[in-house]
């Protein structure tokens, strides 16, 4: 099926604007925007490269390989398919985790999520936020906000420490850790681990709370900017534990309508492909997922944090459940579906991650030498966690060699397709009529594009850049515009 | 931990290799890591990461000299190996940072300049999913490691580090 300005009538008389992200290698995005005669958006499609050769490269791996192999896949949230990989074997070796193993990864998990959105808010988001979407690019860069927050630049980037190293000592090293192995960890935490973490996890709270304090603060200083960009309607989607309540670590599938209503509740997460179904459109690499039972139409839906604070029903600890209240507050009872709302919901979660450290680090259990459970052997295994940008399927089938005969992942980026080309849509109605194009125009969509933070170019970074590049070509393919930006090599 | 101290066990030196051993010659960064820690030199730090992101400013607390090793797609054959100043960074992902950002963000976290930086960028000419290292970026390392050890010996006479064994 298609959407409204997806697929134009007569294609052939438009022209056409992409914003390419020009990749060395793989995993790349473009936006390619068709204006008709009078300067009008008439079709709007993000491309985003989908890692679908991993898929490819780890069948005839044997399976215990699995969760060490997947992290190659990304260099930004490897615990995230550390462990979804993780929960997957556990199923093929028949596994229930004790509770040290549990615990272990549920902290090597809270550990992943903090550092992650803290990167996001304060070092990708904030720039934008605190000095708005038209000022100075040189402004708005990664960098930039500690020039003129340094307090908040240092936090941040504290915080991101705080959660490697709850990583490092969860999974045992910094990067390529091992800690998750299949039917439990391999290794708990020592006293000494724990009193090291512990020692610093009240200031982690403390600046959590700032954090979520900025972000609503920017929201209600002006709402008509916050809550109308890129808004679009949609359902949402993510895993809630067995009483409704937040869980990214483990729990059952949970979708709500646009208008909060909830569609989908107690979804067999180890039969997701009952559930939902992936489309694939002949113009993007990249699968659109949509509800089954809704059909591509009306099934499609957003994932990561602003789905699911909205989907859960409560938080279990304090201070991010308060948190939560005010932001449905915010909303005056009805779903917030405003991009930008992601990052403040991302605040959120990032307390409730802090707060999740504080009490488990209090935990014995942690500390304990029961580390591996296995049980019966199983051909198939499916796990699926809430990573930072959203929910993240592992499934795989194995032979009776142990190796991995069949795999299929489904990564955050790939849920939120549509929702993302949708995003872009509303931005480029408003934004990029005409036939110049500015900066101006590539910092909105930058901006929408952020919101989601979509993987892009994960797996590998060599040395070159990504540049995101506007080309306005004419419905002959003869480029009369064109805009790059963030091409210019490394100063050496 | 949550500070910019300096670790009191912080080498003079720090390598910082970044790449993705699973990606063909994304390999480089990774391998010329291995290779280099290998070696035991003493005063030097070997460290290595996916790729570079903020808190690689921490890193840089309480060094003299950093040398950061990464492939290029596109640069000189076999390597270039260059001074780095410290520059600002743009980016519609979180997804990395340049080196030369990495060393602007120590200086505005702390206030100070970084320490001296070179970069060596090692030619890559292949990058995808599960290939092996190429033979000519393999030719291309073996040529970048001679010289960052004679880079890191030469700051051997400045007292840095210690020089390798005849």
């Given at each position: 099926?298609?959407?409204?300005?997806?697929?134009?009538?007569?294609?052939?008389?438009?022209?056409?604007?992409?914003?390419?992200?020009?990749?060395?290698?793989?995993?790349?995005?473009?936006?390619?925007?068709?204006?008709?005669?009078?300067?009008?958006?008439?079709?709007?499609?993000?491309?985003?490269?989908?890692?679908?050769?991993?898929?490819?490269?780890?069948?005839?791996?044997?399976?215990?390989?699995?969760?060490?192999?997947?992290?190659?896949?990304?260099?930004?949230?490897?615990?995230?398919?550390?462990?979804?990989?993780?929960?997957?074997?556990?199923?093929?070796?028949?596994?229930?985790?004790?509770?040290?193993?549990?615990?272990?990864?549920?902290?090597?998990?809270?550990?992943?999520?903090?550092?992650?959105?803290?990167?996001?808010?304060?070092?990708?988001?904030?720039?934008?936020?605190?000095?708005?979407?038209?000022?100075?690019?040189?402004?708005?860069?990664?960098?930039?906000?500690?020039?003129?927050?340094?307090?908040?630049a240092k936090k941040g980037v504290l915080l991101r420490k705080y959660g490697q190293e709850v990583i490092r000592v969860t999974a045992g090293k910094r990067v390529h850790g091992t800690g998750a192995i299949p039917g439990g960890v391999n290794k708990s935490l020592t006293a000494e681990e724990r009193a090291c973490l512990?020692?610093?996890?009240?200031?982690?709270?403390?600046?959590?709370?700032?954090?979520?304090?900025?972000?609503?603060?920017?929201?209600?200083?002006?709402?008509?900017?916050?809550?109308?960009?890129?808004?679009?309607?949609?359902?949402?989607?993510?895993?809630?534990?067995?009483?409704?309540?937040?869980?990214?670590?483990?729990?059952?599938?949970?979708?709500?309508?646009?208008?909060?209503?909830?569609?989908?509740?107690?979804?067999?997460?180890?039969?997701?492909?009952?559930?939902?179904?992936?489309?694939?459109?002949?113009?993007?690499?990249?699968?659109?997922?949509?509800?089954?039972?809704?059909?591509?139409?009306?099934?499609?839906?957003?994932?990561?944090?602003?789905?699911?604070?909205?989907?859960?029903?409560?938080?279990?600890?304090?201070?991010?459940?308060?948190?939560?209240?005010?932001?449905?507050?915010?909303?005056?009872?009805?779903?917030?579906?405003?991009?930008?709302?992601?990052?403040?919901?991302?605040?959120?979660?990032?307390?409730?991650?802090?707060?999740?450290?504080?009490?488990?680090?209090?935990?014995?259990?942690?500390?304990?030498?029961?580390?591996?459970?296995?049980?019966?052997?199983?051909?198939?295994?499916?796990?699926?966690?809430?990573?930072?940008?959203?929910?993240?399927?592992?499934?795989?089938?194995?032979?009776?060699?142990?190796?991995?005969?069949?795999?299929?992942?489904?990564?955050?980026?790939?849920?939120?397709?549509?929702?993302?080309?949708?995003?872009?849509?509303?931005?480029?109605?408003?934004?990029?009529?005409?036939?110049?194009?500015?900066?101006?125009?590539?910092?909105?969509?930058?901006?929408?594009?952020?919101?989601?933070?979509?993987?892009?170019?994960?797996?590998?970074?060599?040395?070159?850049?990504?540049?995101?590049?506007?080309?306005?070509?004419?419905?002959?393919?003869?480029?009369?515009?064109?805009?790059?930006?963030?091409?210019?090599?490394?100063?050496? | 931990?949550?500070?910019?101290?300096?670790?009191?066990?912080?080498?003079?030196?720090?390598?910082?290799?970044?790449?993705?051993?699973?990606?063909?010659?994304?390999?480089?960064?990774?391998?010329?890591?291995?290779?280099?820690?290998?070696?035991?030199?003493?005063?030097?730090?070997?460290?290595?990461?996916?790729?570079?992101?903020?808190?690689?400013?921490?890193?840089?607390?309480?060094?003299?000299?950093?040398?950061?090793?990464?492939?290029?797609?596109?640069?000189?054959?076999?390597?270039?190996?260059?001074?780095?100043?410290?520059?600002?960074?743009?980016?519609?992902?979180?997804?990395?940072?340049?080196?030369?950002?990495?060393?602007?963000?120590?200086?505005?976290?702390?206030?100070?300049?970084?320490?001296?930086?070179?970069?060596?960028?090692?030619?890559?000419?292949?990058?995808?999913?599960?290939?092996?290292?190429?033979?000519?970026?393999?030719?291309?390392?073996?040529?970048?490691?001679?010289?960052?050890?004679?880079?890191?010996?030469?700051?051997?006479?400045?007292?840095?580090?210690?020089?390798?064994?005849?």
């Amino acid at each position: 099926m298609t959407f409204e300005l997806e697929t134009a009538p007569h294609p052939e008389q438009l022209r056409r604007v992409a914003i390419d992200p020009v990749s060395r290698v793989e995993g790349h995005g473009k936006v390619t925007l068709l204006l008709d005669a009078d300067d009008r958006v008439q079709q709007v499609r993000l491309h985003i490269v989908e890692f679908r050769g991993f898929e490819k490269f780890i069948q005839g791996r044997p399976y215990w390989e699995v969760p060490v192999m997947v992290q190659r896949l990304c260099g930004i949230c490897p615990v995230s398919h550390h462990l979804a990989a993780a929960k997957a074997i556990d199923m093929i070796v028949g596994s229930r985790l004790t509770p040290t193993a549990e615990k272990v990864r549920r902290l090597m998990h809270y550990g992943q999520i903090l550092q992650s959105h803290a990167l996001h808010f304060f070092h990708l988001a904030s720039p934008d936020l605190l000095f708005g979407f038209d000022s100075e690019v040189a402004r708005r860069n990664v960098v930039a906000l500690a020039a003129e927050h340094p307090e908040l630049a240092k936090k941040g980037v504290l915080l991101r420490k705080y959660g490697q190293e709850v990583i490092r000592v969860t999974a045992g090293k910094r990067v390529h850790g091992t800690g998750a192995i299949p039917g439990g960890v391999n290794k708990s935490l020592t006293a000494e681990e724990r009193a090291c973490l512990q020692a610093d996890i009240y200031h982690v709270v403390g600046w959590a709370r700032e954090a979520v304090d900025i972000a609503r603060r920017l929201h209600e200083s002006n709402r008509p900017l916050y809550d109308g960009f890129g808004a679009f309607r949609s359902s949402m989607l993510s895993i809630v534990a067995p009483d409704g309540s937040l869980d990214l670590y483990d729990g059952h599938l949970r979708a709500r309508d646009a208008d909060g209503q909830i569609l989908l509740d107690r979804g067999n997460c180890s039969r997701y492909w009952e559930l939902i179904f992936e489309e694939v459109k002949p113009w993007s690499y990249m699968k659109f997922p949509f509800l089954r039972a809704l059909g591509p139409q009306a099934g499609w839906y957003k994932v990561g944090p602003l789905a699911r604070v909205q989907n859960c029903d409560r938080i279990h600890t304090p201070l991010a459940d308060a948190a939560r209240r005010e932001f449905l507050d915010y909303g005056g009872g009805r779903p917030v579906h405003a991009p930008l709302a992601y990052h403040w919901t991302r605040m959120i979660e990032m307390l409730f991650a802090a707060e999740l450290i504080k009490d488990l680090l209090h935990d014995d259990d942690l500390l304990g030498t029961d580390l591996v459970a296995t049980g019966e052997r199983a051909e198939r295994g499916v796990g699926v966690i809430e990573a930072p940008r959203g929910t993240l399927i592992h499934h795989y089938r194995v032979d009776e060699q142990d190796q991995i005969t069949r795999a299929n992942l489904i990564v955050s980026t790939t849920h939120n397709n549509q929702a993302m080309n949708e995003a872009i849509r509303v931005v480029a109605r408003k934004y990029l009529d005409g036939r110049k194009l500015t900066e101006a125009l590539l910092n909105h969509i930058e901006v929408a594009i952020r919101a989601f933070d979509p993987c892009l170019s994960c797996a590998t970074h060599a040395l070159g850049r990504m540049p995101l590049a506007v080309e306005l070509v004419d419905a002959d393919g003869v480029t009369v515009d064109r805009l790059v930006k963030g091409d210019a090599p490394a100063s050496c | 931990m949550l500070s910019l101290q300096p670790p009191e066990d912080a080498a003079p030196v720090l390598v910082l290799a970044v790449g993705n051993p699973s990606r063909g010659d994304d390999a480089l960064g990774p391998l010329a890591a291995q290779r280099l820690a290998a070696l035991g030199l003493p005063g030097v730090d070997v460290l290595t990461d996916f790729q570079l992101q903020v808190e690689h400013a921490l890193d840089l607390l309480g060094r003299r000299r950093i040398v950061f090793v990464d492939a290029t797609a596109s640069g000189e054959a076999p390597f270039a190996l260059a001074a780095l100043t410290a520059a600002g960074d743009t980016s519609h992902t979180t997804h990395s940072l340049s080196p030369a950002a990495v060393l602007f963000a120590y200086r505005r976290l702390t206030g100070k300049e970084p320490p001296p930086a070179r970069l060596l960028a090692i030619r890559g000419h292949a990058f995808e999913l599960g290939a092996p290292l190429t033979a000519d970026a393999a030719a291309n390392l073996d040529a970048a490691l001679a010289a960052l050890v004679a880079e890191l010996q030469a700051g051997a006479e400045q007292g840095d580090v210690q020089p390798l064994p005849a």
